[in-house]
Nanobody, 124 residues
Framework: QVQLVESGGGLVQAGGSLRLSCAAS????????MGWFRQAPGKEREFVAA????????YYADSVKGRFTISRANAKNTVYLQMNSLKPEDTAVYYC?????????????????WGQGTQVTVSS
């Protein structure tokens, strides 16, 4: 069992930056691939970024590639999402997720545990 708690969301102007954190408690954090998803009002939850259990591999949605960076600190049981050059269309609730996977899962169903989400609002 893994519990995930996101933090770092907030209100920022377009072009600004935010850093989201996801703190995990429970067993064997370093065994899990980690991902970030987001859900805007009236839209389905969509994949944002993922990182392998070792941190050696990452993958990004095309919409955030070059602007967002996912990283993890296994010693701290934490995964991060650095978001730069934010756009109004990045406004959403951002969710952290953990899944047992040998690679980099990008699909919702590949994750076993989810956080409660943190709101990110980008004003124009």
């Amino acid at each position: 069992q893994v519990q995930l708690v996101e933090s770092g969301g907030g209100l920022v102007q377009a072009g600004g930056s935010l850093r989201l954190s996801c703190a995990a408690s429970g067993r064997s954090f370093s065994s899990y691939a980690m991902g970030w998803f987001r859900q805007a009002p009236g839209k389905e939850r969509e994949f944002v970024a993922a990182i392998s259990w070792s941190g050696g591999d990452t993958y990004y949605a095309d919409s955030v590639k070059g602007r967002f960076t996912i990283s993890r600190a296994n010693a701290k049981n934490t995964v991060y999402l650095q978001m730069n050059s934010l756009k109004p269309e990045d406004t959403a609730v951002y969710y952290c997720a953990a899944g047992v996977h040998p690679g980099i899962p990008t699909r919702f169903v590949e994750y076993d545990y989810w956080g409660q989400g943190t709101q990110v609002t980008v004003s124009s």
